[in-house]
C-alpha cells in the first residue's frame, strides 16, 4: 500500500514553544490531508482537513490559531503547535487520501510537553 | 453527519479462534468502509476496505462484509494469532466526495491468547 512518513516520531518541548509536524506521502501524490489527535485508549479526533495550495479546514472546537497547518506541496502538510502547553502533549496523527480516495496513514508523533 | 458504532469495545479470544467486529453507520450516503489495526504507539495501518458496490470482500484469513440495506459492516479474521492482538477501527465515508473524511468508531480492543 501507499506509504506516509510522519516526522518527528516523538518530540519534548518546553511551555510556551511552538514544535512543527511534517506529514509526507512518500509514493503519491496526496491533494488532501487530514490531522488527527489521539488519547490514550480513544478513537482518532480529526482536527482538520488539509488541502494542497488552500486553506485548511478545521474541525469545530480545534483553535486554528494555534495548531497552524500548512500544506504547501501535493506531498507535503505540516502541523505547527504554537506556544505549546502540557495539555497539548499527545499522539497526533496524519493520513492522505489517495485517487479512490483511500486513506493510508502516518505513524504518528508523541508530543509532550514539559 | 454520520455516526459510526462498533461493538464490542473489547474482545478476547484463543489463538485460532475467528474474530468479529461489527460496526453500524448512519448515514446512507456512505459508499467506503475501511479497518484498520492499530498497535499500541503506532499509527492506524489499512488491512482491508470494502465499497458500497460489493458485499463481501476477502484477503487471506480477513474478511469483510457490507450490509448496506441494514447500514452495518463486520470484520472477520479466522485463525487467529497473538500477532493480530491490537486495537481494531472502523470508519465510513463517502469514498468518491469530500476527499475521504471519514468517520471512525471507538476501537476494538482484540487479544489474542496463546
Known amino acids: 500500500g501507499a506509504v506516509v512518513s510522519q516526522h518527528p516520531s516523538w518530540v519534548i518541548c518546553k511551555s510556551g514553544t511552538s514544535v512543527k509536524i511534517e506529514c509526507r506521502s512518500l509514493?503519491?501524490?496526496?491533494?488532501?490531508m487530514f490531522w488527527y489527535r489521539q488519547f490514550p485508549k480513544q478513537s482518532l479526533m480529526l482536527m482538520a482537513t488539509?488541502?494542497?495550495?488552500?486553506?485548511?479546514?478545521?474541525e469545530q472546537g480545534v483553535e486554528k490559531d494555534k495548531f497552524l497547518i500548512n500544506h504547501a506541496s501535493l506531498t507535503l502538510s505540516t502541523l505547527t503547535v504554537t506556544s505549546a502547553h502540557p495539555e497539548d502533549s499527545s499522539f497526533y496523527i496524519c493520513?492522505?487520501?489517495?485517487?479512490?480516495?483511500?486513506?493510508?496513514f502516518g505513524e504518528g508523533s508523541w508530543l509532550t510537553v514539559v | 453527519g454520520e455516526n459510526v458504532e462498533q461493538h464490542p469495545s473489547t474482545l478476547s479470544v484463543q489463538e485460532g479462534d475467528s474474530a468479529v467486529i461489527k460496526c453500524t453507520y448512519s448515514?446512507?450516503?456512505?459508499?467506503?468502509f475501511p479497518w484498520y489495526k492499530q498497535e499500541l504507539g503506532k499509527g492506524p495501518q489499512l488491512i482491508i476496505d470494502?465499497?458500497?458496490?460489493?458485499g463481501e470482500k476477502k484477503d487471506q484469513r480477513i474478511a469483510v462484509t457490507l450490509n448496506k440495506t441494514a447500514k452495518h459492516f463486520s470484520l472477520h479474521i479466522t485463525e487467529t494469532q497473538p500477532e493480530d492482538s491490537a486495537v481494531y477501527f472502523c470508519?465510513?465515508?463517502?469514498?468518491?466526495?469530500?476527499?475521504?473524511?471519514?468517520?471512525f468508531g471507538d476501537g476494538t480492543t482484540l487479544t489474542v491468547k496463546p
Open positions: 448515514d446512507s450516503a456512505s459508499n467506503y
Open positions: 488539509s488541502n494542497e495550495g488552500s486553506k485548511a479546514t478545521y
Open positions: 470508519a465510513a465515508s463517502m469514498g468518491n466526495t469530500n476527499a475521504g473524511k471519514s468517520t
Open positions: 470494502i465499497r458500497s458496490n460489493v
Open positions: 509514493d503519491f501524490q496526496a491533494t488532501t
Open positions: 493520513s492522505a487520501s489517495t485517487t479512490g480516495n483511500t486513506i493510508y
